[in-house]
């Protein structure tokens, strides 16, 4: 096979679950991906676009709705032994040592001992385990966890390797080095993977290692751009070509996230039944914790309240779609405006920034409020016995309410917006939630509600 024929495709696929509504979530659409002998592809968008849907179908653990994936032509209908994937979360067998849970790999395959023994041995040379062979899982950093699940994967010899955001759960110095030496890996053409499939959310990630840059949009997700990266390895990230690289992909992104358009305004709040009530799924809240957005807005604050978005987010520690998600937020509740490609406080961002902390709550609850899903859960909860329900009940409603997301992602950010405007209580012990002002919840606002400062 030359460099310049098809490895691996996947032709017009697409993918949906069925709800236990019954209703069908579209969560891939015609997607086309070609990726090509010697090539470390990535696949870059936020959380929630179906990145990890699509690689997993690259890799045969899920069969698409529609169309068709090839390897070297011939449909994969099942995990295939040229293709290996590496997940985000690596799964260990506790009880085995780093030895023998590479040896897994090769046991599956039907390998004989003395095989296994000999490729386990290259492997943990390969990927820097020497004198960690007998350790077990729980004795390992999560930078070493996650050599050995590379080493797993590496140990039967694929030509192609899948990772789905591998080093996302890794401090930043650990990633770094792990991200140079899977690049290592796949430029030496003796060994194996000849080529990689990388999910990303992460610009400056991709901009290091991708060959060539799969920008997805989400709901459901697509494959909205196609970027060829020519900066040659090993990559200077302090180099003007680097930053350029950074710069342009922040461009498509802002862009595609980050529309020029006016922030919807809050809907006000209806009762059931009345016009206007909500009716189906709700649009989600954008998956930023308060932290986040306070970060943000103290960021913004730092440069006189106007500062340029690609700025903040040279100066902020995060991934570019966590700071998307934090601007998304801070918008959504009227603390932020982003007119063309700048950040700028609102007359409300600013009371809110310079208020103390109890203020601070009381203007939060108000802007959070008006918010449909904030809502949903508040009705709920408000027309329950005593004003609680139990975890499992409200993750069924978000299941509902917002197919496309995470809902237990969706829940800890919901329960963090919640406890820091003194919204609702959350009771681990009895995995019940219920309204912190208990008084008159089902019936309006409180006498606090109505203190509360309105949106600007």
Known sequence: MTASEPLLQLLNVSHHFT???????????????????????????????????????????????????CYRGHPVVRPDPAIALVFQQVALFPWLTVAQNIEQALIARGAEPAQRRQRVAEVVGLIGLEGFEEAYPR???????????????LAVQPEILCMDEPFSQLDALTAETLRDEVVSLWEDRQKYPSSVLLVSHDIHEVAFMASRILIMTAHPGRIQ??????????RDPHSAAYQALVDRLHGII???????QEAPALPQIVKRGEPG????????????GVREILGLLDAVQNRQGDVSFFSVTAELDRAFTRIVLAVKAAELLGFLQTPEDRLVLTELGRQFIAAP???????FRGQILPVPLIRRLKEM???????????DVLLSELVIQCPQEDPRRLWRVLMNWGRFADLWTYYPATSTLSLTNKAGAANGATAQEKRLPAAS
């Open 19 to 69: 709800l236990p509504t019954g209703k069908r979530l579209a969560v891939l659409a015609d997607i086309n991906v070609t990726l090509r002998a010697g090539e470390l592809v990535a696949l870059l968008g936020p959380s929630g676009c179906g990145k990890s849907t699509l690689i997993r179908i690259a890799a045969g653990l899920i069969r698409a709705t529609e169309g068709e994936v």
């Open 139 to 153: 004795e390992l950093s999560g930078g070493m966890k996650q050599r050995v699940g590379i080493a797993r994967a």
């Open 225 to 234: 751009t196609v970027l060829e990266n020519p900066l040659p390895y090993p």
């Open 254 to 260: 802002t862009g595609l996230y980050l529309p020029e």
């Open 277 to 288: 009530a909500m009716s189906g799924p709700i649009t989600p809240i954008p998956l930023a």
């Open 357 to 363: 902390v109890k203020v601070k709550r009381q203007i």
């Open 381 to 391: 909860l408000g027309h329950s016995a005593e004003q609680t329900l139990r975890k």
